[in-house]
């Protein structure tokens, strides 16, 4: 069964601070995997995508990777701000073309405190 | 133009009521998605559209229609519905189906 699952659930850090998301997944075939932001009461936003062959993606401050192996990922953010406070949700590519289907992970709710 | 556009923002109707979403892009996707997403879950996917036609149904009841009128609108009509499906509802657009989603700011529905 294809699943995708994140941890933690939430998380509180303080502005400035360092944190990781993580992202574990059991998808067959594998397409690739990205990271959206959704903040509160509007729709994600794509902060990456990783594909099969890629390990690390920085993108501003958010910084992916993907260990295909042990079909893992994680979402690094770098001195974090108040406007990170959001869900972070990991969905998965399964298989290709018209067959392709996206699985979404659970999410992890994240709160940057001042 | 990278905007997905949904109205209304907020919908509140009765169980006997009939009401429609809208959802429009132009960015010239050909895949088009229904998503419902309760408080602190995941979207849940509905519906998806490629090239205009129905593509994927996830077994949603049939209170809920949707409609594809062209390559840039999609509606979805609501009637009879049950409070449980009170929720916020989100349009998403790629350029074919499973390529990267981008998302409207959702319509959240309240059924009284």
């Known amino acids: 069964k294809n699943q995708v699952e994140q941890s933690p659930q939430s998380l509180i850090i303080l502005e400035g601070k360092n944190c990781t998301l993580q992202?574990?997944?059991?998808?067959?075939?594998?397409?690739?995997l990205r990271w959206y932001k959704q903040d509160t009461g509007r729709g994600p936003v794509s902060l990456t995508i990783?594909?099969?062959?890629?390990n690390t993606k920085s993108n501003g401050r958010y910084t992916a990777t993907l260990d295909a192996d042990t079909k893992q990922s994680s979402l690094h953010i770098t001195a974090s701000q108040l406007s990170d406070s959001a869900s972070y949700i990991c969905?998965?590519?399964?298989?290709?073309?018209?067959?392709?289907?996206?699985?979404f992970g659970t999410g992890t709710l994240l709160a940057v405190q001042p | 133009d990278t905007e997905v556009t949904q109205t209304p923002k907020h919908l509140v109707m009765g169980m006997t009521n009939k009401k429609s979403l809208k959802c429009e892009q132009h960015?010239?996707?050909?895949?088009m998605y229904w998503y419902k997403q309760k408080a602190k879950k995941p979207p849940e996917l509905m519906f998806v559209?490629?090239?205009?036609?129905?593509?994927i149904n996830e077994s949603v009841p049939s209170r809920f229609s949707p409609e594809c009128p062209n390559s840039s609108l999609l509606n979805l009509h609501l009637h009879a519905l049950q409070p449980e499906d009170s929720a916020l509802y989100l349009c998403?657009?790629?350029?074919?189906?499973?390529?990267?989603?981008?998302f409207g700011s959702g319509t959240q529905l309240s059924v009284l």
């Open positions: 998403a657009s790629s350029q074919w189906i499973g390529e990267k989603l981008f």
């Open positions: 992202c574990n997944y059991t998808v067959s075939p594998f397409s690739n």
């Open positions: 990783m594909t099969f062959s890629e």
């Open positions: 969905v998965v590519s399964a298989g290709g073309g018209a067959t392709n289907k996206l699985i």
């Open positions: 960015m010239g996707h050909r895949a």
């Open positions: 559209y490629s090239y205009e036609k129905l593509s």
